[in-house]
């Protein structure tokens, strides 16, 4: 299978986007799917759009777990999305915090998100341009980190979302370009977006 060429991909924030929220993900076995996120990858799969994953680990850091278990964690991902047909193109992490935990992971890196480290990375792997891309995630602040490279946000209302959306959003600063229930609902909207766009030119609609 060809991915790339788009020039576009999605990204994924992890947990409450494609897994349940649990807190740390400190064993494998804590790993769940959420409904709609397999259907959400492969409907990029087989349109040939970069999916990429983009988590945050400071549970590394943080000395609750060890950085071979993100590894780990992953493999269980994959597993599990593979039994259903999906996969993702890439998966990166950023096992740092700025100000927490083991000198060695206590830094202030450019790949904690919102820092768009990880983004460029994708971008370049993939040969993207961001401010065709899009995040998806299921916090306001996934979105702001879209928005930040100039990339779409959608925000889903599994994992935070539900509650950010009914408690917080009086207090957001930034506007989803799209809600949806799950990240199918997510990469629905993206797909039906990207095919509109590419039917304009040229297209005469009366
Ligand atoms: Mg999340
Ligand atoms: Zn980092």
């Not at 915090?97 to 904690?112: Q, T």
């Amino acid at each position: 299978m060809t991915v790339g060429g788009t020039g576009w991909g999605v990204f994924f924030d992890r947990d409450g986007t494609l897994t349940e929220e649990v807190g740390y993900v400190n064993h494998p076995g804590r790993l769940a799917l959420l409904p709609g996120a397999a259907e959400a990858l492969r409907d990029l799969n087989q349109a040939g759009v970069p999916a990429i994953l983009v988590t945050n680990q400071a549970g590394v850091a943080r000395g609750y777990f060890r950085e071979e278990l993100v590894g780990e964690v992953h493999d269980r991902l994959k597993s599990l999305l593979g039994a259903l047909g999906a996969h993702l193109d890439a998966i990166y992490y950023c096992p740092h915090h700025p100000d927490v935990g083991e000198p060695h992971y206590r830094r202030d890196c450019n790949c904690r998100k919102p820092k768009p480290g990880m983004l460029e990375k994708g971008a370049a792997a993939f040969d993207l341009e961001l401010s065709r891309c899009y995040v998806v995630g299921d916090k306001i602040s996934d979105v702001a980190f879209a928005h930040s490279v100039g990339a779409g946000g959608v925000m889903v209302l599994t994992g935070y979302g539900l509650g950010e959306y009914t408690y917080q959003r009086g207090e957001w600063r930034s506007e989803p370009d799209f809600l949806a229930r799950d990240a199918a609902q997510a990469v629905e909207w993206i797909l039906e977006k990207e095919s509109l766009r590419e039917e304009r030119p040229g297209a005469s609609r009366g």
